[in-house]
């Protein structure tokens, strides 16, 4: 039997109190995730320092990724980047008054 | 240095002659690609028969995809799926009218 269809569209809260981060595929080398945002930033202190390696699509909204070197880099609908695993990071800004759909694809 | 930012919808072009495949990333064990399709069916014959996993996703206009099975199954902006190595599938329509915006994730 295919494998059931899904949409990335579906079940989108229209309030987000936090971050929402939904498994779309896991298997053993690759995790894809929707990330839906809205006004947070994350982690809550420090950085993001991930085995994985993450590749990383902003399909709505907007976003800002600071890097621990200061870089900061802006997201909007359509940019994606690729962040080599321990390269520490962190969501800085999410734009507050519309949902930031990301896209992510986690590989090793 | 942080990785470069790119865009998805950059580079469509305004005639599509035929299928286009664009690598946004290849790594070890994963591989993403956006394909472009207006009108087109693929392959030109037979089946794909895949050594890789193939997480699709279709972000604009709408396709069939079609099972050697026999099952087929309609995506539109959002819909996605799963299609595991070796399943025999093709794309048995694309729309016409509009340009159809995939991604796929090609993973082991």
Redesign the interface.
Same mark, same amino acid.
């Given at each position: 039997m295919?494998?059931?269809?899904?949409?990335?569209?579906?079940a989108i809260p229209a309030e987000l109190p936090q971050e929402m981060f939904s498994d779309?595929?896991t298997?053993? /080398?690759?995790r894809?995730e929707r990330i839906l945002s809205r006004g947070q930033t994350s982690p809550a202190s420090g950085w993001y320092d991930q085995d994985e390696?993450e590749?990383v699509?902003v399909?709505e909204g907007a976003a800002e990724l600071t890097?621990a /070197?200061g870089?900061v880099?802006r997201?909007e609908?359509?940019?994606?980047?690729?962040?080599?695993a321990h390269?520490r990071?962190r969501v800085s800004w999410t734009d507050p008054d519309q949902t930031t759909l990301w896209?992510a694809?986690f590989?090793?």
């Open positions: 295919p494998e059931q269809r899904a949409n990335l569209y579906d779309l595929l298997a053993g /080398s690759v894809i390696h590749w699509l399909l890097y /070197s870089e880099v997201l609908r359509g940019d994606y980047l690729n962040i080599p390269r990071h896209l694809v590989y090793r």
